[in-house]
């Protein structure tokens, strides 16, 4: 194997990796088949050094995806040769530690290969704990775990999300890998992906989706259907009127905007916030929320127009909620500055509300107003 760095000697301190341990002889055996990619990776510039000390992090991944080998690939560990397209098999779960090196390779030609970076974060502590379904199909599970990651980082919610997935069977299709990401991401919380999920869901075999749905898998037919039609009802979740979700909050704590934000009804979910000169639409269901920007989209007249009747979703829907007028059911005492039924998004007994005093958004489920 081409020594990442040609024959150059490491400098006296860099990390030198132990030809004994499980990556060093999976690069050992399978030299014809990773030398291209270093050269590759040298030639997008990946600096020598940078190469030595990322294999050198791998290492207990290596470790950690080797540990358990899956019986039923043990016993055919030695049978295929290796090519560069199918390595051999002759080290139980080789094949998962090229699909690392391959991905590790690559972050670091890209520059990515950073503490802190999600993509490295996804290979040295996420890969180690869904090692089932990286030795099942390494080469759509190691790409796939790291772009998602990318993406789930951004919301905090990496931890959760691969929780999420090592709690589940590793898929017996590898068709299966990406749509059960996307699953587990959205039931994790990341909502703008729920339309897809819930698609992708009742594609997936019931118990592969049960699993990352958190439902027994006789449940997930009529789980999915009836939260399709009611985005706020999951199993076991209280149905009763209240405060649903909270949106949103100050970019100090977390929160995407600085001054307080306005509810106002429009955009492609029916439900928006105008905060900051900006307009957003509000993205939310029972698993998550969050708030989309939208450019192209002015409803600052809404904001401006002047005030509908507050503190009551009564005068609110006015002509549905006669006298005496109902309270929102919350725990605050606030004047609200804008108050917007879900409609046909989410029904017309869930509002969002916008108030005087606070960085985020209610979501409200007013059921038990009179009709």
Same mark, same amino acid.
């Given at each position: ?194 339309? /897809? !999920?819930? +698609? $992708? ?5 019931? #118990?592969?989706?049960?699993? *990352?749905? &958190?439902? @027994? %898998? ?82 600052? /007249? !809404?904001? +401006? $127009? ?5 503190? #009551?979703?009564?005068?609110? *829907?006015? &002509?549905? @909620? %006669? ?49």
């Amino acid at each position: 194997m081409t020594t990442p760095g040609g024959d150059a000697p490491a400098r006296p301190g860099a990390p030198v990796l132990d030809p004994g341990s499980t990556l060093g002889r999976v690069l050992r055996a399978h030299a014809a088949t990773v030398d291209p990619w270093l050269r590759t990776a040298q030639g997008l510039g990946a600096e020598p050094a940078a190469v030595r000390a990322a294999l050198a992090d791998v290492v207990p991944v290596a470790d950690a995806l080797t540990a358990t080998p899956d019986p039923a690939r043990a016993d055919d560990a030695t049978d295929a040769p290796p090519t560069p397209d199918s390595p051999a098999r002759d080290l139980p779960g080789a094949d998962a530690v090229l699909a690392l090196v391959r991905t590790t390779l690559d972050l670091v030609a890209r520059g990515r290969w950073h503490t802190g970076r999600a993509q490295r974060t996804a290979v040295v502590q996420v890969l180690p704990a869904l090692a089932p379904w990286v030795r099942a199909h390494p080469t759509h599970v190691v790409p796939a775990v790291v772009a998602a990651a990318d993406v789930v980082a951004r919301t905090g919610l990496l931890d959760a999300w691969s929780a999420r997935v090592a709690a589940a069977p590793a898929p017996d299709d590898a068709a299966h890998v990406r749509p059960a990401l996307l699953v587990a991401a959205w039931r994790t919380g990341l909502v703008r992906y729920r339309d /897809a !999920a819930l +698609d $992708a869901a009742a594609a997936l075999p019931v #118990a592969l989706a049960g699993a *990352l749905l &958190g439902v @027994a %898998p006789d449940d997930v037919a009529d789980v999915l259907t009836r939260h399709r039609a009611d985005r706020w009802w999951w199993p076991q979740v209280p149905d009763g009127a209240g405060v649903l979700r909270r949106v949103g909050g100050f970019a100090g704590w977390g929160g995407p905007w600085v001054g307080l934000p306005v509810a106002v009804p429009g955009g492609p979910t029916g439900w928006a916030v105008i905060a900051d000169g900006q307009t957003w639409a509000v993205v939310a269901d029972v698993h998550g929320a969050g708030v989309v920007p939208v450019d192209d989209l002015d409803l600052s /007249a !809404a904001a +401006d $127009a002047p005030p509908r009747p507050r503190g #009551a979703v009564g005068r609110l *829907l006015a &002509g549905r @909620a %006669p006298a005496p007028e109902p309270s929102l059911p919350v725990p605050w005492q606030d004047a609200t500055t804008g108050v917007v039924p879900g409609g046909a998004a989410t029904g017309d007994d869930v509002v969002l509300v916008s108030r005087a005093h606070s960085y985020a958004l209610d979501v409200v489920r007013v059921a038990g107003v009179p009709a």
